[in-house]
């Protein structure tokens, strides 16, 4: 049975919360224009657990990295965007320091201030490297650590790992909440279960295709990733994105599925285009009409058949686009599939949508609130799909064995 994560709650009870400084691991990897926020999703996403600290009386540390400034300052990522949205958003002061450790954080820690946003932490060599001097110093800034960044849980890193090794550590809400989702679709699901996969390479998914076919009753496969099961199959895709080098994995995979009794829905037409570029001359084929053109998305018939398979469905995942979605002519596939997983969703489905492309699909159609979840994290949500520990999560359920 899998240890129960440790909570706010259960940090509060320990006497750990009250009157004590609470160091926050959030996700403020928001998408900037200059020092302008363009979506902040992220940032609302981590209030209620910074809320519920302020409630019982903690003061808050929040630390985040935002892009990758590889060890050293760059004045175009520092925090101070988000502490700004953050006074805004919570409606109170916010101290936004310019470092991350030393005598200045120790100094702002020991004030009276509630909220405190530290810089960067990437902008520190040791971050990346889980450097065990930097977890000391995240240490000395705090009595008590919270995770909430699921979309960095499966990095190694000081501000992960290191720190929640040395501090009584806790989930925060947004990170208990997605692991308890995706979890449930592994876990005991509700039948029938159809997963949807797209995306570029299926090297990327061959791990999630394999721990699913455990199970999952059906599963939709589009996107290029497609062409490369196609090709295993033996059809022929013209110039489609192919990765030559998985063709034996796949078939292998395939075979499974065939053991397994996994229906593999794969595309009977696609949108064929002479470039993946906006404007490219393009029109739905079968396979065999494929000749010298590549394949961009799937076509109609598959977008139904994909669909009808979706309607059927108790419990749902979807990973990864259909076809180039950032193009309006290529984004039929997508849409279609969306449409889909929504319908039945409210139709009484289970719906989890995991991160990345779909998510932004979902968002410009203005359809996030009607899924089951929509998970933030990409690379995290994908590895737990994998059936793989998360290091951040495996520190905070070592640390509940242990205590």
């Not at 101290?95 to 946003?117: H, K, P, Q, R, Y």
């Not at 909440?177 to 997963?195: D, H, I, Q, S």
């Not at 053991?259 to 084929?285: F, M, R, T, Y």
Request: aromatic share 4%; glycine share 10%.
């Amino acid at each position: 049975m899998t240890t129960r994560l440790p909570t706010i709650d259960d940090l509060h009870e320990a006497g750990h919360v009250t009157g004590k400084r609470v160091l926050v691991r959030c996700d403020f990897n928001v998408p900037l224009s200059g020092s302008e926020i363009i979506d902040d999703l992220r940032i609302r996403s981590a209030l209620p657990t910074i809320e519920s600290l302020l409630e019982k009386g903690a003061r808050v540390l929040l630390c985040s990295h935002l892009g990758r400034p590889k060890g050293e300052v760059d004045g175009s990522l520092r925090l101070a965007p988000v502490g700004r949205r953050l006074e805004q958003l919570l409606g109170q002061h916010v101290e936004v320091l310019d470092t991350v450790v030393g005598n200045e954080a120790v100094a702002a820690s020991m004030s009276n201030a509630d909220i405190i946003l530290l810089e960067n932490v990437r902008f520190e060599p040791g971050e990346t490297k889980n450097d065990p001097d930097l977890a000391r110093a995240y240490a000395q800034l705090a009595d008590a650590f919270v995770l909430d960044a699921f979309g960095s849980a499966h990095r190694a890193h000081a501000s992960v790992v290191g720190v929640s090794e040395l501090l009584p550590s806790a989930a925060g809400l947004l990170l208990q909440n997605e692991v308890e989702k995706l979890e449930k679709v592994l876990a005991a699901p509700e039948r029938p279960y159809v997963a949807i996969l797209g995306g570029a390479k299926v090297s990327d998914k061959l791990a999630v295709i394999g721990n699913l076919l455990r199970v999952v009753d059906a599963m939709c496969i589009g996107g290029a990733m497609a062409f490369t099961l196609l090709k295993a199959q033996g059809h022929d895709v013209g110039r489609s994105l192919v990765e030559d080098d998985r063709i034996e994995e796949v078939r292998e995979v395939l075979d499974r599925a065939a053991q397994a009794k996994v229906e593999i829905l794969v595309p009977v037409d696609v949108i064929a285009a002479d470039s993946p570029h906006k404007g490219a001359a393009h029109e739905a084929v079968t396979l065999a009409e494929i000749g010298e053109r590549m394949g961009v998305d799937i076509g109609p018939r598959t977008t139904e058949l994909f669909a009808d398979a979706i309607a059927g469905a108790k419990t749902i995942l979807w990973n990864g686009p259909m076809g180039i979605f950032e193009i309006e002519e290529f984004s039929q596939g997508t849409r279609g599939v969306a449409q889909a997983v929504v319908s039945a969703t409210e139709a009484g489905a289970y719906s989890v949508v995991g991160g990345g492309d779909s998510a932004a699909a979902l968002k410009e159609l203005g359809w996030t609130e009607r899924v089951s979840h929509l998970s933030t994290g990409g690379g995290a949500s994908l590895e737990l799909l994998e059936g793989k520990e998360l290091p951040g999560i495996q520190a905070l359920r070592n640390q509940r064995r242990n205590g």
